[in-house]
């Protein structure tokens, strides 16, 4: 039996795929689920149950979350990456590490195969293969919800057909929880005007009163709260589900998908939108204008490449290298207030501010320049005005 490595979720298609693929096929399928984020253990063990139960070989679980934001997050604060100013890129950018990691295991087991269950009408189909066909172009990529063009009823249909029997009914809202983010799809976001309703996001509002979080950042990394040390990734989690009490971070995003066509998706990425924002905000404190500006082109560059699969083009590395090396003087705290459903950014205190009252305050006293210096700069300074305006004055 030829050794198949099916990227499995436990829902329909993937399930599917699971029985149609060592029943049909005759496929020896080992299932394989990468964490990201947000699954407890718990629900990896009834993922684990269903695929064996389907027909699987075994079941893998594979812990990548530290492994995505030493990869992939970090880099998105660093560039404080807002695809279309809007969207923190919570799930595309999981599918990347998700794809290595399933090949990965696809390499060290042996398989001659790999399956997944995206359909021909989305991102992850592109995210997937791209990463397959590079990084082991050697190993054949089936998918059968694409290639026979599936209906859920049919896959239901034949599930029942072979003694499958669970609780296929199709969820009001699609929910995909992630460290950076969770995606909330419906009705509504199929349409250009509809907003998704209070009760589609997974998080509702709990908490009223106004609360006053620290952030501390080290290099651009988030390394305590409150003045509690902690991993980056467990500051993330723990902010999180502080700011979610107060259903911050909830918007619909717009965009271009890979394929060519428009989509328009929910999400509620409390920690990340915090952390971006407040991040940023240390950076207009600490770094040049030109850093800045530089930072800016490069990480929307960074998202736009990451959001359409390309993460293993070498450009990608330079970038990271860039964007690190800006973060050298990125430290100090960020004061956050949280109200219901938004925040505030309150101020920043870091050894590396910029904003150096022995040089003078923006709009008050100059203690580094004369007067006769100010009008001499701005006299140079208007050169290039006023000889364009005389030269464009006389053709005139």
């Known amino acids: 039996m030829k050794k198949l490595v099916l990227a499995y979720s436990g829902g329909l298609d993937t399930s599917y795929c699971a029985k149609y693929l060592s029943k049909e096929k005759g496929f020896e399928v080992h299932a394989v689920s990468v964490n990201t984020g947000g699954f407890s253990k718990e629900e990896i063990k009834s993922i684990e149950e269903k695929a064996l139960a389907l027909g699987a070989a075994s079941y893998t679980s594979i812990d990548a979350v530290q492994r995505f934001y030493d990869k992939v997050v970090k880099y998105l604060i660093f560039g404080n990456v807002l695809r279309n100013n809007t969207y923190p890129l919570s799930v595309?950018?999981?599918?990347?590490?998700?794809?290595?990691?399933?090949?990965?295991?696809?390499?060290?087991?042996?398989?001659?195969?790999?399956?997944?269950?995206?359909?021909?009408?989305?991102?992850?189909?592109?995210?997937f293969?791209?990463?397959?066909?590079?990084?082991?172009?050697?190993?054949?990529?089936?998918?059968?919800?694409?290639d026979h063009k599936l209906a859920r009823e049919e896959e239901i249909a034949y599930l029942q057909q072979n003694g499958v029997d669970y609780s296929w009914e199709k969820a009001k809202y699609s929910i995909n929880k992630g460290l950076w983010g969770t995606s909330v799809g419906g009705d509504e976001t199929l349409t250009s005007h509809l907003p998704l309703p209070e009760s589609a996001y997974p998080r509702q509002l709990e908490a009223k009163l106004p609360k006053e979080v620290r952030l501390t950042f080290e290099k651009g990394e988030l390394v305590a709260l409150d003045g509690n040390a902690n991993s980056p990734v467990n500051n993330i989690e723990k902010l999180n589900d502080i700011?979610?009490?107060?259903a911050i971070g909830r918007d619909i995003h717009v965009g271009d998908t890979i394929i060519g066509i428009k989509g328009r998706v929910g999400f509620e990425a409390a920690a990340p939108l915090i952390i971006i924002k407040a991040h940023h905000l240390l950076e207009k404190h600490t770094l040049s204008k030109w850093q800045q500006y530089q930072k800016e082109q490069l990480g929307n560059f960074y998202g736009m490449l990451l959001h359409e699969g390309n993460y293993l083009d070498a450009v990608m590395r330079n970038i990271e290298t860039f964007l690190e090396d800006t973060q050298k003087n990125v430290s100090g705290d960020v004061f956050v207030t949280l109200h219901p459903y938004r925040f505030e950014l309150n101020g920043v205190t870091s050894e590396h501010d910029l904003m150096n009252a022995s040089f003078g305050s923006y709009g008050e006293m100059n203690k580094g320049w004369t007067a006769d210096d100010a009008k001499g700069f701005i006299k140079i300074l208007s050169n290039p005005g006023k000889i364009s305006n005389y030269v464009y004055q006389k053709e005139q």
């Open 129 to 146: 293969d791209m990463i397959f066909q590079i990084l082991a172009p050697e190993i054949e990529i089936i998918t059968p919800i694409r």
């Open 243 to 246: 700011a979610s009490k107060y």
């Open 92 to 127: 595309s950018a999981e599918r990347i590490i998700q794809a290595v990691e399933i090949v990965n295991h696809a390499k060290k087991i042996g398989a001659s195969h790999i399956a997944h269950g995206s359909t021909g009408a989305g991102n992850d189909q592109v995210r």
